[in-house]
C-alpha cells in the first residue's frame, strides 16, 4: 500500500539521504539545491512517497497558477526533476506511484501534472517502465528536448574522443601556450562574458551572479568555474556540475567572441572532459543545443549539434510530459 506525503523541512534529511541512494537523483533533485530558490515566488509542494514505512520515491515540484490552473509542475529551479525513484523497483509499483500521484492531485483540486524527467543517462540502471508507464497512463509528451553526452574513455586519452581537425586545435593551442586556465571561484569576472554570450541569442542566464555565488557556497565540491586567460585577461570561462557519482553536466560554456575563431570554445569543452574525468565521471552532459531565438524554441540548433558531435557525443532526450486531471 502507497501513501503520499508532502515535504516539510522536517523531512529535509531524508529526502536529501534518499536521493543520494536512489536509481536516478542528481544534486538538482536535493533540497540543498532547490533551496537556492527561497525567494523565488515558488509555493514548494514536493512529495514523498513510502511503501508502508520505506520511501521508494520522491517527486520535487511546485504549485504554479496558470489560466486559472492549479499545476503540480517539477520544481522549476531545476534543470530536470522528474519522479526520482529507488533501485531495482518493479513494474507494478511503478503503475502504483503514477496511480497515487493522480489520486493525490485530483484529491488536493490540482489540475494538471507536468513532468519534467530525469533523462536516462543520470541513472545507475536504465529501466524505461516509468517512461512506458507514464504514456499508458494517459500522460502526453508536450515537449522534447536534445541533449548531447559522452561516456569518457578510462583507458585513452581525452583527446582521442575528439575528431582529428579538433585534435590539430588542441595541440596547435597548447604548443603555443595561447591560453591558460584556473579552478577558482571568481564568477565575478566570468558572468559578464557569459551575459554577452546569452545576449547574442536573445537569451539571459538561468543563475543570477548571486545565485552561482550562493550554489558555489552550498555545493563547494560539486560545481566548479574553470577561467580561462589570454595575457592574464579572462577570455572564457566554463561552469561544470558533478551531477551524481558518475555524472558531470557542463552547464555553461562561454567566451569573448573575439576568440572565436581561435577555438577557445573547443578548448575550453576538451579541459571540463578532462576535469570531469580526473573527477571519475563517466558520463559528460554538454547540455541541450535548442534556438531559444526563433519562434519555435524547441527547434534543433544543427551547428551546435554538429560541434557537440565533434566531441564523440550522442543524443539523448530530456522529456516533458502532462496530464490534465481536473477539468
Same mark, same amino acid.
Given at each position: 500500500?502507497?501513501?503520499?506525503?508532502?515535504?516539510?523541512?522536517?523531512?529535509?534529511?531524508?529526502?536529501?539521504?534518499?536521493?543520494?541512494? /536512489?536509481?536516478?537523483?542528481?544534486? %538538482?533533485?536535493? !533540497?540543498?539545491?532547490?533551496?537556492?530558490? !527561497?525567494?523565488?515566488?515558488?509555493?514548494?509542494?514536493?512529495?514523498? %512517497?513510502?511503501?508502508?514505512?520505506?520511501? @521508494?520515491?520522491?517527486?520535487? #515540484?511546485?504549485?504554479?497558477? &496558470?489560466?486559472?490552473?492549479?499545476?503540480?509542475?517539477?520544481?522549476?529551479? #531545476?534543470?530536470?526533476?522528474?519522479?526520482?525513484?529507488?533501485?531495482?523497483?518493479?513494474?507494478?509499483?511503478?503503475?502504483?506511484?503514477?496511480?497515487?500521484?493522480?489520486?493525490?492531485?485530483?484529491?488536493?483540486?490540482?489540475?494538471?501534472?507536468?513532468?519534467?524527467?530525469?533523462?536516462?543517462?543520470?541513472?545507475?540502471?536504465?529501466?524505461?517502465?516509468?517512461?512506458?508507464?507514464?504514456?499508458?497512463?494517459? %500522460?502526453?509528451?508536450?515537449?522534447?528536448?536534445?541533449?548531447?553526452?559522452?561516456? =569518457?574513455? &578510462?583507458?585513452?586519452?581525452?583527446? $582521442?574522443?575528439?575528431?582529428?581537425?579538433?585534435?590539430?586545435?588542441?595541440?596547435?593551442?597548447?604548443?603555443? $601556450?595561447?591560453?591558460?586556465?584556473?579552478?577558482?571561484?571568481?564568477?565575478?569576472?566570468?558572468?559578464?562574458?557569459?551575459?554577452?554570450?546569452?545576449?547574442?541569442?536573445?537569451?539571459?542566464?538561468?543563475?543570477?551572479?548571486?545565485?552561482?555565488?550562493?550554489?558555489?557556497?552550498?555545493?563547494?565540491?560539486?560545481?566548479?568555474?574553470?577561467? %580561462?586567460?589570454?595575457?592574464?585577461?579572462?577570455?572564457?570561462?566554463?561552469?561544470?556540475?558533478?551531477?551524481?557519482? =558518475?555524472?558531470?553536466?557542463?552547464?555553461?560554456? #562561454? @567566451?569573448?567572441?573575439?576568440?572565436? +575563431?581561435?577555438?577557445?570554445?573547443?578548448?575550453?569543452?576538451?579541459?571540463?572532459?578532462?576535469?570531469?574525468?580526473?573527477? =571519475?565521471?563517466?558520463?559528460?552532459?554538454?547540455?541541450?543545443?535548442?534556438?531559444?531565438?526563433?519562434?519555435?524554441?524547441?527547434?534543433?540548433?544543427? /551547428?551546435?549539434?554538429?560541434?557537440?558531435? +565533434?566531441?564523440?557525443?550522442?543524443?539523448?532526450?530530456?522529456?516533458? &510530459?502532462?496530464?490534465?486531471?481536473?477539468?
Amino acid at each position: 500500500m502507497i501513501s503520499v506525503k508532502k515535504y516539510t523541512e522536517k523531512l529535509n534529511n531524508i529526502w536529501d539521504d534518499f536521493i543520494l541512494k /536512489s536509481n536516478n537523483g542528481t544534486i %538538482f533533485h536535493t !533540497q540543498r539545491f532547490l533551496n537556492y530558490h !527561497q525567494n523565488k515566488q515558488f509555493t514548494n509542494h514536493s512529495l514523498l %512517497f513510502f511503501d508502508k514505512t520505506t520511501l @521508494i520515491a520522491v517527486l520535487p #515540484a511546485v504549485v504554479i497558477k &496558470y489560466n486559472n490552473k492549479n499545476i503540480l509542475f517539477s520544481h522549476p529551479g #531545476a534543470s530536470f526533476g522528474g519522479v526520482v525513484y529507488s533501485q531495482n523497483l518493479n513494474f507494478i509499483t511503478f503503475n502504483d506511484i503514477i496511480s497515487y500521484l493522480e489520486k493525490y492531485c485530483i484529491k488536493n483540486k490540482l489540475d494538471m501534472v507536468r513532468l519534467i524527467n530525469t533523462p536516462d543517462i543520470y541513472s545507475k540502471t536504465n529501466d524505461d517502465s516509468f517512461n512506458y508507464l507514464l504514456q499508458w497512463n494517459g %500522460f502526453v509528451q508536450k515537449e522534447i528536448y536534445i541533449s548531447h553526452y559522452l561516456k =569518457n574513455n &578510462y583507458k585513452n586519452e581525452t583527446l $582521442n574522443l575528439l575528431n582529428k581537425r579538433k585534435q590539430r586545435y588542441i595541440k596547435n593551442i597548447e604548443q603555443k $601556450n595561447k591560453f591558460s586556465y584556473q579552478l577558482n571561484q571568481r564568477f565575478d569576472l566570468f558572468y559578464p562574458i557569459l551575459l554577452e554570450s546569452k545576449k547574442s541569442f536573445q537569451t539571459t542566464p538561468t543563475h543570477s551572479l548571486e545565485e552561482l555565488f550562493l550554489l558555489k557556497k552550498n555545493f563547494p565540491e560539486e560545481i566548479h568555474l574553470l577561467l %580561462f586567460y589570454h595575457n592574464k585577461f579572462v577570455v572564457g570561462g566554463s561552469v561544470i556540475f558533478l551531477t551524481s557519482k =558518475n555524472t558531470a553536466l557542463i552547464f555553461y560554456n #562561454a @567566451i569573448n567572441t573575439k576568440y572565436k +575563431h581561435d577555438h577557445l570554445s573547443t578548448y575550453q569543452l576538451y579541459q571540463c572532459m578532462r576535469f570531469a574525468k580526473k573527477n =571519475n565521471k563517466e558520463i559528460v552532459d554538454f547540455g541541450v543545443s535548442h534556438t531559444p531565438e526563433t519562434k519555435n524554441p524547441l527547434d534543433p540548433k544543427f /551547428s551546435l549539434i554538429q560541434f557537440k558531435e +565533434h566531441f564523440s557525443t550522442k543524443g539523448v532526450l530530456r522529456i516533458v &510530459y502532462e496530464k490534465v486531471l481536473n477539468e
